[in-house]
């Protein structure tokens, strides 16, 4: 599960850095994290928008200026024009309808770029003045090199809907959103690292491991429901128009077909992660109860939780309102980080008292 190398990342050694420099640099990769937040979140308004296939073209460098005369508009709107999009959905569409849904995408993409200056820059600054040692660099420009092929893993999700059925792959899509969350994980981790240089760690307890997990898959899930707009059926709730479980799971052969295409099953797996997700972290809280994670367990983790849930039932039953389903996906990246968070304090070694949970 990608969401557990970020539990395990090794914390920074004393000697690492100067005192004096330890604050910036956990300072920056804080920003760097929320940036990091940001590209994600806009990218779930450029999906519920329909803005991602707006830009036909991947140019890293060049695709930086935005259209600066009508004849760079003419020529954008052209290239998309002759996309499967234009041609099956949105044949009627002007270019005043299709300035909308580019700076939307344009946006997205910008803020990415505008994210990975502000990782790179600084790296390279304060490496160069010595003010962090080598081991953290090596860690940071891995993260660097993850983020590089974040950005390709976005083109290659949208080059999925730029062929004959104008759809992204909700598989993709899912790898996306995973890299993302597991860049805001190992840049959250190694800031908490940072911050505490020099203070000794003990093994994280495996219930807060299992609530970042279980977050983690619920994001996932999540995607899937995105990517094959199973949010907009059975919206009902509790139950799925009139039963716990519906019917039709498995009408689809061969039966893996279901957790990809099928509505219904794309759906109820949502719902039956969410329930797994309140039982992880009703465990984690309650044996992590006396230790140092406990504060941040009641002031972080259940009101995320809290949040999250509300915002799901609200977007379902709203039939994926647009500013209610951004809100759930903000909620799910805040959700994941006080789950991180809970277990990186769990992880503390003042925590004496911690009631350990060990499988039988």
Request: glycine fraction near 8%; charge should be positive; hydrophobic fraction near 60%.
């Amino acid at each position: 599960m990608s969401a557990v190398p970020a539990v395990g990342l090794p914390g920074a050694r004393a000697g690492d850095m100067p005192d004096a420099s330890q604050p910036v640099v956990a300072a920056w990769l804080f920003a760097c994290a929320a940036l990091v937040m940001g590209v994600l979140i806009v990218g779930g308004i450029t999906r519920l928008t329909h803005s991602g296939l707006s830009i036909v073209q991947w140019r890293p460098l060049t695709g930086v200026l935005p259209p600066l005369s009508e004849g760079d508009w003419a020529a954008l709107f052209d290239q998309y024009r002759a996309s499967p999009e234009f041609q099956q959905v949105n044949r009627g569409m002007d270019l005043a309808g299709f300035k909308p849904i580019f700076w939307w995408e344009y946006a997205h993409r910008l803020l990415g770029r505008v994210a990975g200056l502000a990782f790179l820059l600084p790296l390279a600054w304060f490496a160069a003045s010595r003010r962090i040692a080598r081991p953290l660099f090596l860690r940071l420009s891995m993260i660097f090199a993850l983020g590089a092929l974040q950005g390709a893993l976005g083109w290659y999700m949208v080059a999925s809907g730029l062929v004959d059925d104008p759809r992204v792959s909700p598989v993709r899509l899912s790898a996306h959103l995973a890299m993302a969350l597991l860049l805001i994980g190992l840049l959250l981790w190694t800031a908490w690292t940072v911050a505490g240089t020099g203070l000794p760690r003990r093994p994280v307890p495996v219930t807060a491991r299992l609530a970042v997990g279980a977050v983690f898959l619920m994001a996932m899930s999540g995607a899937l429901v995105a990517g094959t707009h199973a949010g907009l059926a059975f919206n009902t709730f509790p139950r799925m128009e009139g039963q716990w479980v519906p019917d039709g799971l498995f009408a689809l052969d061969p039966w893996y077909e279901n957790f990809l295409a099928n509505l219904a099953t794309v759906q109820f797996l949502h719902r039956a992660i969410a329930l797994l997700v309140v039982l992880a972290i009703l465990l984690a809280a309650w044996t992590l109860r006396a230790s140092a994670a406990a504060a941040s367990v009641r002031r972080l983790l259940v009101p995320a939780l809290a949040l999250q849930l509300g915002l799901g039932v609200a977007t379902l039953l709203s039939h994926v309102n647009i500013t209610l389903a951004a809100a759930h996906q903000a909620s799910a990246v805040l959700l994941f980080a006080s789950a991180l968070h809970v277990a990186f304090r769990a992880g503390a070694a003042d925590a004496g008292g911690a009631r350990q949970f060990r499988p039988a």
